[in-house]
Each structure stands twice: as structure tokens, then as C-alpha cells.
């Protein structure tokens, strides 16, 4: 690798980046148009897909959905600091996440064939118990809320830095591009559109990597500089790499998928028999992309990227410092912006799809029961619109993103346990479930301030959150009765 040198990053321009913007989100638009006008006919079609996703359409959407632009940029940044220690303990929990989320959707989707969401399943399962359906609607209203922010603030980072560009004005159009498609089609329009974004991922990522690893002088070469440091950077057994990250991360992606509305709401879209296999593939087709990606963290080891003076202190702006830094060809920065706001649109959109169908079910449909379809549609649009103005306001805000993603953390991970249980435990009961997720919520919240790192903060809300229930529920003489759960019906 003698004789790579760094070169200063010129940005490509704003009105290129413009052009980048908006010309994906046409691409996405024309199918979003095409997809509505064949498969959209009222809003059942709109929140569930009309419950007939099938294998391709669902493999994509988790894909797409799961691949957050943290999922891009992660991979470089994990194995940049911790070697490939770190890319172990990130990639592999993530596959495995969302195929966790298998034994418990097909119970459901057994026991619940109508649902549509999680929060509608706490509802039936505690007899309309206001409290609990709240909980539930918060914590995954809130999850919601981190996915569109990040996912925006992240590719905002990416696009401005690359094209020199306003970091708001790089949000308020990815914003706008994302909502003006997936309003016309709701799932449909997400799982249609997330088969071409998917293919914008995997492809391109493998292109981008192998451009990079090749401008550096090839894989052993990186290898060899990388060997010859020590320091455990070509193992996976490092201990620091679990003790800052590890246990705790694959925790909180559990959280994300189990308790994930755009997760539930593919599971309730997919064609019977076609679950399991829809959500193995789902989540390790993640694999090859996070692995790929990996190899950038290595480069930047072996050149000696300074992550205080070159990436500002910031781990995840490698792959992008050395996308835009190596002397690439322009077409080949063009392909990594593609990756990253194929992520951004992608992930965006599912979570969108999410907040509808909670708007249409746990709210609208619950308060106003005889509600008109035309007023329902109008109103489930609405809420996509209101969630992207908030995220948009918060993102310009320039809110602390790390206290919203810690508080986020807390409040999905309270859900969690007392969620599991509710699904396979009879005993459980309303209080018991309340007094895990609050009790959880505030231990947690506390202990959070009190104690520095993650790792004793989620040992907290796990274990509140566990033993609360399981001693309540198992002085509960009552036993649920889950054919209660066959009274959902479709909207």
C-alpha cells in the first residue's frame, strides 16, 4: 500500500446533489404510481398490503427496512475501532434479530389472522386495558420517530458532506421525496419500492468495496498492513469490543424487531406459509452487505485514518471520509450515495407505513368505529405528514441525537420482556404487564443517570422488566383464554 495517500475531499457540487435527490425519488414515485393504481384499492390495501405479500416482495421489504443508513455506515465504523472483533459483534446479532421475530409472529399470525398491529394485540389481550395499549403505542410511536430522525440526519451527513451541500436542506428533500411516494401506496408502495432499493444496496455495495480495496492496492495488501498493527485487529475475540457494545447492541436490535411495527406489519401482509422462510432470508441476506462494508473499516486502519483530526471524533464518517478522500471516480462516489439514500428512503418509508397503521387501527378505527373509508385514507395519510414534520423540525432542531437515542432505547427496551410474555404466557395479565414496562421505564431512566455505560442501564430494564411480570403473573389464578384473539377483523 505505498504511495496511497489521502487526497483532500472536493465535493462534487449541490446542484448534482439536488439532482441525485430527487432523481431516485422519481424512480421511486413512477413505481409507487404504478403499484397503487394496480394493487391499492382501499385503505386494508394501504396498511396491510391486503394481506398477500409474497416471498420476493417480503425478503425485500425487511431488507430494505432493516438496512438503516446505520447499517451503512456501521460496519466500517465497528471494525475501525474494534477490528474485526467489532464487525463480529455487529453483523451477526443483526441477521438474527429479525429472524427472532419468527416464533412469535407465526403464533400470532396463528392465533390473530386479522391483526395488524402489536399495540391492536395488547389491546385484545388485556381487555381493552387503556394503560397498556398506551405504553405499547408510545413505545413504538417513539421507535418510529428515532428511525425517520437518524435515517434522515445520517444520509443528510453522507449527502452534505459529499456534495457540499446544506445539511437541512439535504433533509427537508429526502424528506419530502419519501413522503410523496409512499403516501400513494402505503405497504404496497414500500415492498414495491424497497425490491428496487434492495437491489441498490447489495449491488452497489459490493461495487463500491471492491473499487476501494482495489485503488488501495488490493485485499492482501490491506490485510498484511492491517496484520502487522496486532493489537487482536484480525480476531473476534476482543473484550473490549463486547464490553462497549456487543451485549448491549444485540439487545437493543432485538428490541427494534420484536417490538417494530414495520416488522408486524409485514408479518400480517405475507401470504399463509410464507413467514419463516420470508424473515430467515430477510435477515441474513443482511449479511453479505454488513461484511462488504466491514472491509472499508479495515482500509482505513491500514492508512492511518486519525478518527479526531480526519472523521471528527465520529467513528461512522469513515466510510464516507474515505469514499470521498481516496481519489475514486466520481461514478463510484455517485454508487455510495445511491447506497446510502436507498437506505435512508427505504428505512424511512417502513416506519411510515408503521405510524399508518397504527393511526388506522389502534386510533381511528378504535375511537370512531363506523368511520367512512375516504375519512379513514384521508386521516392515515395525514399521520405519515405529521410524523415527517416532526422528524424534519426535530432533525433542524439540532437536538442532542444520543439522549434520544438512549431514552428511545429505554422505553422499547421496557417493552420488550412483558411483550414476549404476553405472547406466550396465559398467566400474564394487564397489571403485569403494566408494572414491567413503566416499572422498567423509570429504574431504567434512573439508573441510566446515574451510571455511566449501557451495559448496566439494560441489565436494569431487562431485569425489572422480567421479574415484575413473572411474580405478578404468577399469582394470577386466571388463565387467557387466546381464541379472544380471533376477534380482530379486517378494517
Wanted: charged share 10%; with cysteine.
Amino acid at each position: 500500500m505505498q504511495g496511497i495517500e489521502l487526497t483532500a475531499g472536493n465535493p462534487l457540487g449541490p446542484l448534482q446533489g439536488v439532482v441525485t435527490l430527487i432523481g431516485l425519488g422519481l424512480a421511486m414515485l413512477v413505481l409507487a404510481n404504478f403499484t397503487r393504481a394496480k394493487l391499492v384499492k382501499n385503505t386494508h390495501d394501504f396498511v396491510i398490503a391486503g394481506r398477500k405479500l409474497g416471498f420476493g416482495f417480503g425478503v425485500a421489504g425487511l431488507l430494505s427496512v432493516w438496512t438503516w443508513v446505520v447499517g451503512i455506515l456501521m460496519p466500517a465504523a465497528t471494525t475501525f475501532s474494534f477490528g474485526l472483533s467489532g464487525l463480529w459483534w455487529f453483523t451477526v446479532p443483526n441477521g438474527l434479530s429479525v429472524v427472532a421475530v419468527v416464533p412469535f409472529a407465526r403464533k400470532l399470525k396463528a392465533l390473530m389472522p386479522h391483526g395488524y398491529t402489536i399495540s391492536e394485540f395488547v389491546s385484545l389481550r388485556y381487555g381493552g386495558s387503556r394503560l397498556a395499549t398506551i405504553v405499547v403505542v408510545a413505545g413504538i410511536l417513539f421507535g418510529t420517530l428515532q428511525a425517520v430522525i437518524v435515517n434522515l440526519k445520517g444520509a443528510s451527513l453522507v449527502v452534505a458532506t459529499i456534495f457540499g451541500m446544506n445539511e437541512g436542506v439535504v433533509a427537508v428533500i429526502s424528506s419530502i421525496v419519501v413522503l410523496v411516494y409512499i403516501v400513494l401506496g402505503g405497504l404496497w408502495a414500500s415492498m414495491a419500492t424497497s425490491t428496487l432499493m434492495c437491489l441498490l444496496i447489495m449491488v452497489p455495495t459490493t461495487i463500491v468495496v471492491l473499487a476501494s480495496v482495489g485503488h488501495v492496492g488490493g485485499v492482501d495488501a490491506v490485510w498484511q498492513v492491517v496484520a502487522a498493527k496486532g493489537e487482536g485487529l484480525l480476531t473476534v475475540t476482543r473484550r473490549d469490543a463486547f464490553d462497549n457494545f456487543g451485549i448491549t447492541f444485540t439487545l437493543a436490535l432485538i428490541t427494534a424487531t420484536v417490538a417494530g411495527q414495520e416488522f408486524w406489519n409485514v408479518a400480517w401482509g405475507l401470504r399463509e406459509n410464507e413467514l419463516g422462510r420470508t424473515f430467515f432470508w430477510g435477515g441474513t441476506l443482511y449479511y453479505p452487505i454488513a461484511l462488504c462494508l466491514g472491509v472499508l473499516g479495515l482500509v482505513g486502519i491500514a492508512l492511518n485514518v486519525d478518527v479526531v483530526k480526519d472523521l471528527g471524533n465520529d467513528s461512522a464518517a469513515l466510510a464516507p471520509f474515505l469514499i470521498s478522500h481516496l481519489g475514486l471516480p466520481n461514478w463510484v462516489i455517485y454508487l455510495f450515495v445511491i447506497i446510502v439514500l436507498s437506505a435512508c428512503y427505504s428505512t424511512v418509508d417502513g416506519a411510515l407505513t408503521g405510524v399508518s397503521a397504527i393511526t388506522a387501527v389502534d386510533v381511528l378505527h378504535r375511537f370512531f368505529p363506523h368511520i367512512r373509508d375516504s375519512k379513514l385514507f384521508f386521516w392515515t395519510r395525514l399521520s405519515m405528514v405529521i410524523t415527517i414534520i416532526i422528524s424534519v423540525a426535530v432533525v433542524l432542531s439540532g437536538v442532542d441525537f444520543v439522549t434520544l437515542l438512549l431514552v428511545t432505547s429505554v422505553i422499547r427496551g421496557a417493552v420488550l420482556v412483558p411483550l414476549i410474555l404476553s405472547i406466550l404466557w396465559d398467566k400474564m395479565n394487564a397489571l403485569a404487564f403494566i408494572s414491567g414496562t413503566i416499572g422498567a421505564l423509570v429504574v431504567g431512566l434512573i439508573a441510566r443517570a446515574f451510571f455511566p455505560g449501557e451495559l448496566i442501564s439494560t441489565s436494569v430494564v431487562i431485569g425489572v422488566s422480567t421479574v415484575l411480570p413473572l411474580i405478578i403473573g404468577s399469582l394470577n389464578r386466571d388463565r387467557f383464554d387466546y381464541s379472544i384473539l380471533a376477534q380482530a377483523r379486517d378494517i
